[in-house]
């Protein structure tokens, strides 16, 4: 059974109310945007978070940035929950969450950056329950409309930040490319370095460059945390 909340260094997440809960490659997704947006020193003012769930991903922005965040979801209970999660945090003045379909929700201005964990199970199997059909089944936000949609929220100089299987992640770029928005970052996740790649995070933009592709094991040869797992994790992971 899944933990009901988990401690991280400046938050916590309650999950018990959400369908989908925190995973490890959520919590990179999260680390590895706020490290972008770091190292970067990207000018963000305006971020949005679609698919918000717990608030895991707003919450691991604002603690790295002074940007302004508005987070998306549809399934009540999570909504509920999030804002809770937010409110209960050190950075409930910094993030607005939504009750909202992302494909008819109309925001007051445009982002800098939107991130999302986006529908896994498009033309695969439905799951049985319906929070996670809801939260993961493209019936609930197909990648084409969360493309399109993004593309009309951007800022010229906006981004968009993604967390894929693998298997998606090449039927994403092309249908990002119908888009106008291009692969300028790639980052592919695996546990170990026995194992294959499963997840990839994807940043476009709209300017067509030649993306820079990093790879990351969640853990080394030796079944520790890899050095770059510690370096992205350790200002949230309570044991690093």
């Given at each position: 059974?899944?933990?009901?909340?988990?401690?991280?260094?400046?938050?916590?997440?309650r999950?018990?109310?959400?369908?989908?809960?925190?995973?490890?490659?959520?919590?990179?997704?999260g680390?590895?945007?706020?490290?972008?947006?770091?190292?970067?020193?990207?000018n963000?003012?305006?971020?949005?978070?679609?698919?918000?769930?717990?608030?895991?991903?707003?919450?691991?922005a604002?603690?790295?940035?002074?940007?302004?965040?508005?987070?998306?979801?549809?399934?009540?209970?999570?909504f509920?929950?999030?804002?809770?999660?937010?409110?209960?945090?050190?950075?409930?003045?910094?993030?607005?969450?939504?009750?909202?379909?992302?494909k008819?929700?109309?925001?007051?201005g445009?982002?800098?950056?939107?991130?999302?964990?986006?529908?896994?199970?498009?033309?695969?199997l439905?799951?049985?329950?319906d929070?996670?059909?809801?939260?993961?089944h493209?019936?609930?936000?197909?990648?084409?409309?969360?493309?399109?949609?993004?593309?009309?929220?951007?800022?010229?100089?906006?981004?968009?930040?993604?967390?894929l299987?693998?298997?998606?992640?090449?039927?994403?770029?092309?249908?990002?490319?119908?888009?106008?928005?291009?692969?300028?970052?790639?980052?592919?996740?695996?546990?170990?370095?026995?194992?294959?790649?499963?997840?990839?995070?994807l940043?476009?933009?709209?300017?067509?460059?030649?993306?820079?592709?990093?790879?990351?094991?969640?853990?080394?040869?030796?079944?520790?945390?890899?050095?770059?797992?510690?370096?992205?994790?350790?200002?949230y992971?309570?044991?690093?």
């Amino acid at each position: 059974m899944p933990n009901p909340f988990f401690q991280f260094k400046k938050f916590v997440i309650r999950q018990d109310r959400c369908a989908m809960k925190v995973c490890t490659d959520s919590c990179l997704f999260g680390a590895w945007t706020a490290n972008y947006l770091e190292r970067k020193s990207v000018n963000v003012q305006r971020l949005l978070d679609v698919g918000a769930g717990t608030g895991l991903l707003s919450l691991m922005a604002a603690q790295k940035t002074n940007a302004g965040i508005d987070a998306v979801e549809i399934d009540r209970d999570s909504f509920e929950q999030a804002a809770s999660n937010i409110a209960e945090s050190p950075f409930s003045n910094q993030i607005h969450v939504f009750n909202a379909d992302f494909k008819e929700w109309m925001p007051e201005g445009k982002y800098d950056m939107i991130i999302s964990n986006p529908p896994f199970y498009e033309n695969d199997l439905v799951p049985a329950d319906d929070g996670r059909h809801l939260s993961k089944h493209s019936r609930g936000l197909s990648l084409e409309a969360l493309l399109n949609r993004s593309m009309n929220l951007l800022n010229a100089a906006g981004c968009l930040a993604v967390l894929l299987p693998v298997h998606r992640a090449a039927d994403f770029e092309r249908i990002a490319g119908r888009h106008s928005l291009f692969v300028t970052e790639k980052m592919l996740i695996r546990q170990t370095p026995q194992h294959p790649y499963f997840r990839a995070i994807l940043l476009l933009g709209f300017d067509q460059t030649p993306p820079q592709q990093t790879t990351l094991e969640i853990k080394n040869e030796g079944n520790d945390y890899s050095a770059e797992f510690v370096r992205l994790l350790k200002d949230y992971y309570l044991p690093l």
